[in-house]
């Protein structure tokens, strides 16, 4: 961005005018950015892969099997065993259960008619009583399930006994739980954490009120636009990306403030005038904020090639709102600093001509610790990076069962074992067997063998030349044991010769989400490292140091998985009483935490090294990395510790993923602003001096001092 340009944005009228802009988009988007959870989808269709077995199945079983049906159990527990009268009034009940809205006409079975049927109802001992049920609110009625389930609780009640409520229905219910106000709860305790920060690093009473204003109205115009996307042009949003969506863009967008503001305050030292030191400020810092900003939104619609519409739609979410929040620091944060003026500093005011104290700082006195022996200082930091890496051989990305995706147990577990305890099978999740109709018996004979899986269904007709069946199976529908009982049913199945047998359901799906997972990190991992080579070869005009900050990230990449490993391993056991054995991570865990770590570590070091390139024209390689660390550690540091503060919050959330990401993320944010912007790579500069701008003549040219310079003053720490 230009200096002129710059200027007539902050100037004195146009400041006005950007300030009218904001607030009116602020009423027009905020209020449909509070409408984003209506259009959340959250059903299973949703993340599914579309070229997967499991999409087959459903797409051919959609004139005959509602792909909306919902099986729902409700799951009775006495230990002094059920009486009479207690069987009486399960059966009671379960017609009052009929009329609950949403519930699917005829679908409702007594535990003597689900026994009838073949899957049980009472256990042997006497204790346990299913009823099973059906639920259908059409393609976007999955908001309704709580009042269903608050309904089932209110009818489904018996003395002395427990009930719980399973099967696809109780997942969601609980699903429901967890997401329930999520947006709200993790805007309002990120929020305060960076309040917390920004009062701790500016030292200032009424200042962090400016950029976190700055962040509402970027959150607020977002959701809007993501709204209107997703009810108007298809967007896939769902209750895990609404909540990403609102950590990112208040971390991203307090890391923009907090580079811009310290810029503007360098330069209010520098210049008498405030406008013209926030067009000097704005001059230089914007390139560094957009660049991070488009690194950021390129890594983020990569996701876009994703095979899981889940992923792939994470991915324009998240862009929009990095999009907007650019937008929103360097036009409605600029305009509000110049209006409020230089007291929005109080007590400590940058007035003109008093000398920078960043020149003297903790960074500073790091810088020149490392200059005698940068060498190594690199090769040492290195290494144990190294080490650190050596922890994500503990990760087992094979997949999590429901009771271990959650950090407490929650009602359709609790039924889970209940059934599981007493002999019972969860008929409500099954595998959904289609073939040619004059092969279905044969298809059906193959799967005897089978381990896991129950008695199939008769077999019904969905076309003239094609029918299917189910048949239950005796494991969790996310678990190992189950994916192990799809796919040697697929392979049975598909064995039988002429049948064209395909074979889908719960477990299959949550397979087959699995294997997109593993193809979406391999295709999306190296498009990601490419696309931001490109950005900082561009950025840097130069190919040794883009290199080297690539190698930088993807070892402090691997860095931070490894730790997490490890506190996923001996530490998160420790904060909650429900945490899953060893080091279990969901499939597309590595994925996201690369996504994230990748396209937000590299903003710090985006951050230093456009510093270190505007230094070098002046003072050379060496002394110019010195000046950018001094310069810039403060502000980076800062800016890190809030992006890990607000990813910390995702901890908040009782669901497994986003608490591991939330980790992950914020451990690889503090060793990239700590370790690996301010030692590794600042050693490796002071080593390899101009070689880093290779091929660019950038250091072997006279220092240039450029017109604005004339009142700068050499930072004493690089005189000394």
Known sequence: MHRQIAGRLTGPVTKWLVLLFWLVALGVFGSLSAKLVDVQNNEASSWLPASAESTEVSEELSSTVDPNNIPTLVVYYKPSGLTDADRTEITRQAQELGNIDGVVEG???????AAEQGFGGYSEDGQVAVTSLTFNFGAN?????????????????????????????????????????????????ALTVVV????????????WILPIFSVVVAYSVSGGVVYLLAKYADLTVNGQSQAIL?????????????????????ELRRHDNRHEAMAFALHRAAPAI??????????????????????????PVNAIGIGVTFLVMVTLLPALLVIFGRWIFWPKRPAFGSPEPNTTGFWAKVGRAIAPRPRRVWVITTGVLLIACLGVLKIDAGGMSTEDAYTKEFDAIKGQQVLAAHGLVDNSNTIQVIANSDRIDAVAASLDGVDGLGEPTPAQPISDTRSYFEAPIDADISSPTAYGIVESSRA?????????????????????????????????????????????????????APLILIGTVILSFGAAMGLSALVFDYAMPLVTDHWPDGVQV???????????????????????????????????????????????????TSAGIVLAATFLVLGSIPFVFLAELGVAVALGVLLDTLIVRSVLVTAINLDLGGK?????????????????????????AVRA
């Not at 269903?148 to 399973?166: M, N, P």
């Not at 609102?246 to 360098?266: F, M, Q, S």
């Not at 880093?692 to 004493?716: F, G």
Request: proline share 5%.
């Open 290 to 315: 957009l660049a991070s900003a488009a690194t950021v939104a390129a890594g983020m619609l990569c996701l876009l090639l994703a095979d899981l519409n889940s992923t792939a739609g994470l991915g």
């Open 586 to 636: 969901d499939p597309g865990f590595p994925l996201f935490a690369f996504v994230f770590l990748v396209a937000l570590g590299i903003d710090y070091n985006i951050f230093l090294m456009t510093r270190v390139r505007e230094e070098t024209a002046q003072h050379g390689t060496r002394k110019g990395s010195l000046v950018a660390l001094s310069s810039t550690g403060g502000v980076i």
């Open 246 to 266: 609102g950590i990112l863009v208040i971390g991203a967008g307090t890391d923009y403030a907090l580079l811009l503001v310290a810029r503007y305050r360098e």
């Open 492 to 544: 049975s199945a598909h064995g039988v010769a002429g049948a064209d047998a395909l074979v889908g359901g719960g477990s299959a799906f949550y397979l087959d989400t699995k294997v997109a997972s593993n193809r979406d990190n391999k295709v999306i991992i190296p498009t990601v490292l490419l696309v931001v080579l490109l950005i900082l070869i561009f950025l840097l005009r130069a190919l040794a």
């Open 692 to 716: 880093i701008w290779w091929p660019s003549a950038l250091d072997r040219k006279p220092p240039v001092v450029p017109p604005d310079a004339a009142q700068q003053e050499e930072p004493e």
């Open 141 to 189: 009625g999955w908001n309704d399930i709580p009042d269903a389930a608050a309904s089932i609780r209110d009818i489904a009640q018996l003395d002395g006994a427990e009930v719980h409520l399973a099967g696809y229905g109780g997942q969601a219910a609980d699903a429901a739980e967890v997401f329930e106000g999520v947006d709200t709860t993790l805007i309002l305790g």
């Open 196 to 207: 917390i920060i920004l009062l701790f690093t500016y030292r200032s009473p009424l200042l």
């Open 107 to 113: 679908t409702v079975l007594t535990p003597e008619q």
